[in-house]
């Protein structure tokens, strides 16, 4: 998720679009750049680092009236100042922003060098550049329409050519993309905050349109070029509620941009229903595995017990998941054929990269899913599959959990089908429905009042239990760790059916109870522990699939999930267990963005 911001007006559009992007940086912000036209001449000026550090190397802004600016969160390319945006063509004479990933950029780069095009970042973005050059006669409109013709993958795009200094043009799909309107100045922006305090009459920009602005006018038309009249939304949002687009925390916000999230981590990884991670470069990595051993902390670790059981059941391959900052006393028996998958969001977690740094050092490959282009485990892993989260600012993971998520089934996937443990039709079966999870996981979010409600009659329970069989165990254990670091109230994860050999002792009246209910298989059983519990008078509040609700018939309340395939279902399961944990420390009035004691990156061992 990045952030791109245009000008075109009266004023200098340098300080005006540095402000517009300070309000974006909750987008992204591991290098920022600007390019505005200055004696006639396009000039860029790119750093890695915070926008801070750009404003700096600016200095005393040189007059210009028009520009676009851009604050990044790595997908493509490390962050450092050649891959910071804009970008430009190879004459220099046209730059680009983009919000956005690319998904046929190989073979696009691939094409342009063999026509002369020379590249200088490793960024998807730069394909554009030099697509819009390689179709520039005498309009950069047509020039940008042509190049969409070309281009697959999700984008917000702002793009200005020294041949026309007075006009940005924009295009959008499946990123955000906004238009502000002001007297005499207009706005182009990846989301509302950034105009904040500018204009308060903006377009929201829907998929496939296409803006032409200038200082004096907006034009939006489709990609064809048809005009389209859109109404004009009035702001009310003051800057802050408006980063967290209207949502009165950013974790509320992170769960809710889950489906998205989801939708941009699988993005061209599965085709006609295979995994494919060639781009990945994985194939020698798995050649030979005979056993994964896959370490991460807190959240990521419960993303790892899931990947454990998905891995192991369709690719038939052996999977010790464990914690990281336990890991490194084990002196493990390292074998031939081993591989480490480390898993963690930020990239930093001093124990993770420990346990990295240890199997390197006993000759093993390290894998590492990370949210972070960059970080220190993403540059020191032999290979990196990344999460398309987006920034997670809240210190409870929601969003990056539910991407790890994905990550782990299409490494299961994969496995499966390099190891032929299964018929590619039933794979292709299981791709497609991994890929209608964003739809899911929409329907899931639809439950958030009922939870509210929920959440309000239990808030002063001192303690609460989350049960689960096989992977509702594996969730369970991530609602427990949800709970307590944001509402302070002791939870425990147990599996169910260990509950009557001791902590069973603990369930008293009214001791809530959250049930997870998913597996279609564990249903008898989990209807029996259900009853134990009871029957010494816990209140039962059952997270069920539709299709097992005569299970949770002596349940007190039930949560419906949609009826996914149960190997799928964690990806579900987890969403009202966010939400329950979200207004359960609402209700009792913790910081929810930033829970006390704790760090969002925890860089100390
Ligand atoms: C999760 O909500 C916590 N913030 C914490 O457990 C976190 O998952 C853990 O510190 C690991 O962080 P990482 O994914 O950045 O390595």
């Known amino acids: 998720m990045c952030g791109i911001m245009g000008y075109a007006g009266r004023n200098n559009a340098i300080p005006v679009i540095t402000h517009g992007l300070s309000n974006l940086e909750y987008r992204g912000y591991d290098s920022a750049g600007i390019a505005i036209f200055k004696d006639g001449q396009i000039m860029i000026t790119k750093k890695a680092g915070r926008l801070a550090d750009l404003v700096k190397a600016i200095g005393e802004p040189p007059a210009a009236n028009l520009g676009i600016g851009h604050t990044r969160w790595a997908t493509h390319g490390v962050p450092s100042d050649v891959n910071a945006h804009p970008h430009a063509d190879c004459s220099g004479r046209i730059a680009i922003v983009h919000n956005g990933i690319i998904e046929n950029y190989a073979a696009l780069r691939k094409e342009l060098i063999l026509e002369g095009h020379d590249f200088i970042s490793d960024t998807d973005t730069e394909v554009v550049a030099h697509l819009v050059e390689k179709f520039y006669a005498d309009s950069l409109e047509n020039a940008v329409r042509k190049a969409l013709n070309y281009i697959e993958g999700s984008f917000a795009l702002a793009v200005i050519s020294q041949e026309e200094p007075d006009k940005i043009i924009a295009a959008k799909k499946d990123s955000p993309l906004i238009v502000g309107l002001g007297a005499g100045e207009n706005y182009i922006a990846s989301d509302i905050p950034a105009i904040l305090g500018k204009t308060d009459k903006v377009y929201i920009l829907d998929d496939y349109e296409f803006v032409v602005v200038t200082a004096e006018g907006v034009t939006i038309t489709d990609f064809s070029g048809n005009l389209i009249n859109k109404e004009i939304f009035n702001v009310t949002w003051d800057p802050i509620s408006a980063e967290k687009a209207g949502y009165e925390h950013f ?16 993005r061209g990884k599965i085709k006609d229903g295979l995994v494919d991670f060639s781009e990945q470069g994985l194939d020698e990595l798995f050649d030979d595995v005979k056993k994964i051993y896959m370490v991460a902390c807190g959240t990521a670790y419960h993303a790892g017990l ?7 059941k369709i690719a038939r391959l052996p999977v010790e998941t464990d914690i990281a900052s336990e890991f490194r006393y084990r002196d493990v028996l390292w074998s031939p054929g081993d591989l480490m998958i480390v898993i963690s969001q930020s990239g ?5 990269l420990a346990v990295l740094r240890e199997a390197q050092r006993n000759g093993v490959k390290v894998l590492a899913v990370t949210n972070v282009v960059g970080s220190s485990i993403a540059r020191e892993a032999d290979k990196v599959l990344y999460t398309y989260a987006g920034p997670e600012i809240a210190v409870a993971s929601t969003k990056a959990y539910s991407t790890q998520l994905v990550i782990m089934y299409l490494l299961a996937l994969y496995l499966a089908k390099k190891r032929k443990t299964y018929d590619q039709k039933t794979l292709a079966g299981l791709g497609k429905e991994l890929l209608d999870m964003d739809v899911m996981t929409e329907k899931v979010l639809q439950e958030e009042e009922k939870i509210k409600r929920l959440a309000g ?7 609460t239990f989350f049960l689960g069989r096989g992977l509702d165990y594996a969730v369970a254990m991530e609602g427990a760790l949800k709970l307590k670091e944001i509402s302070y109230i002791h939870a425990e994860a147990y599996a169910a059916g260990e509950l009557k050999h001791g902590p069973l002792a603990l369930i008293d009246t009214g001791v809530p109870v959250l049930a997870l209910i998913s597996q279609d298989a564990l249903a008898a ?3 029996s522990n259900i009853k134990e519990v009871k029957a010494r008078g816990a209140v039962v509040v059952a997270v069920c699939k539709e299709n097992l609700q005569e299970v949770c018939q002596e349940c007190d309340e039930q949560i419906l999930l949609p009826d996914v395939n149960p190997l799928l279902a964690p990806i579900v399961s987890v969403i009202p267990l966010q939400m329950f944990a979200y207004y359960m420390a609402i209700f009792r009035g913790a910081d929810v963005d930033k829970p006390r004691n704790l760090a969002k990156s925890v860089t100390v061992e």
């Open 348 to 352: 930093e977690t001093a124990d993770t």
């Open 251 to 266: 974790m509320l916000k992170e769960i809710h941009e889950q489906p998205d999230a989801i939708r941009q981590t699988l």
């Open 306 to 312: 899931v990947g454990r059981l998905a891995i192991e």
């Open 457 to 463: 009659k239990y808030q002063n329970v001192e303690s």
């Open 525 to 527: 059983k989990s209807m």
